[in-house]
Each structure stands twice: as C-alpha cells, then as structure tokens.
C-alpha cells in the first residue's frame, strides 16, 4: 500500500511499504513531497542522493505510518506507474 511514512529522524516521505513481519517494513519507490508554492507540489527521490529505490526500515524507527491525500497517492501513481483514480468531484443535481 501506499503509505505517507514519518521516521524518528523528521524526515516524511510517500511510498509503497510491506510489512516483512520481522518487525521491519519494505519501502519502495519512496518520494518526498515538497510545498513550492502555495496549491503546488514538487516530488524529488528519497532518499535524495541513493541510487537505490528500495529499503527496510525497523518498525522501531517509524514514527507513524499513514495513508495520504487522493492527490498524493496519485502524484505517486503519476510518478512510478499504477493505475490514476480521478478525484471525486462529488454530484452535481
């Protein structure tokens, strides 16, 4: 799933997490969102500067682990394939 992740270092980020059940979580594909401007969002790799696109973070370590906003999940969709749902633009009568 797609998960909005804290770590006790402050850093937050987006990505795919699985739960190894060995008190660890898989992190794929992660990606930190960016306010640039007000209503605009930037996404750049996390980590910044690691060529590798998969790693285990200790539970421990998690501070929490929570599901983003619709925009974001897509925004993350958008970025590393996956299907888009489109936001609900609620009923018109």
């Known amino acids: 799933m797609i998960k909005l992740v804290k770590i006790c270092g402050g850093d937050d980020f987006v990505a795919e997490t699985i739960d190894q059940g060995d008190g660890t979580w898989l992190m794929e594909n992660a990606m930190q969102v960016i306010p640039v401007a007000p209503g605009e969002l930037k996404t750049i790799p996390f980590p910044l500067l690691s060529s590798e696109?998969?790693?285990?973070?200790?539970?421990?370590?998690?501070?929490?682990?929570?599901?983003?906003?619709?925009?974001?999940?897509?925004?993350?969709?958008?970025?590393?394939?996956?299907i888009i749902t489109p936001q609900d633009q609620g009923l018109i009568l």
């Open 53 to 82: 696109h998969t790693f285990v973070l200790r539970e421990i370590d998690i501070l929490f682990m929570v599901d983003p906003l619709p925009s974001i999940v897509n925004a993350h969709k958008e970025k590393f394939g996956g």
